[in-house]
């Protein structure tokens, strides 16, 4: 008697190109200001996947986001943050503590439910990038790009990604705490 091994039909075979050296990563900023349209700011970054080169966004590429906002909306920034170890850099927070124009609150740990941006990757995941066999890098960046300019296009997906969240935004600045305050 010999043993069972199963179907006797083949398994299913996905041929594909070949493997990317490619990498996209992306940041994204909702941007709310009471009696104002609603805003996404939004950076893609590609990257080489060399060895010892860096595979996501790095302190500088945040910080260009961050006065890329700034000149953009012309108007001092009130930045809700997670606990992304790069957000909590030594370097990260001395940028912000050197422009005042500039006010950082960290939210709790564990929190995503509290942060906007992550309604707007819930929608990329549902719309554009749902179901999708990207044919290369190149086909995968242009679906971002889409999909995150439509997102743009309708500020009121950003304020229903605000409304999620369960916070409000209010006309007073928040004055941050320093350190020995």
């Known amino acids: 008697m010999r043993p069972h091994l199963g179907p006797t039909r083949a398994d299913p075979v996905v041929s594909v190109r070949g493997r990317s050296r490619r990498r996209i990563s992306s940041a994204a900023m909702c941007c709310y200001r009471p009696g104002e349209r609603s805003r996404l700011i939004y950076r893609p970054r590609f990257h080489l996947l060399l060895k010892g080169a860096r595979k996501s966004f790095a302190r500088q590429d945040y910080r260009d986001l961050l006065v890329r906002a700034h000149l953009q909306l012309g108007a001092p920034i009130v930045v809700v943050w997670d606990n992304l170890n790069t957000y909590r850099a030594a370097g990260t927070r001395k940028y912000a503590a050197d422009h005042e124009w500039l006010t950082v609150i960290q939210l709790p740990s ?61 006309s007073d600045h928040p004055k941050p705490i320093r350190k020995g305050q």
């Open 110 to 170: 564990y929190s995503p439910d509290l942060n906007p941006v992550e309604g707007i990757w819930s929608l990329l995941r549902r719309g554009p990038m749902a179901n999708t066999a990207f044919t290369d890098p190149e086909h995968l960046a242009r679906t971002l790009r889409r999909g995150l300019a439509r997102i743009q296009r309708h500020p009121e997906l950003i304020d229903g990604c605000l409304t999620e969240t369960g916070l409000t935004h209010t």
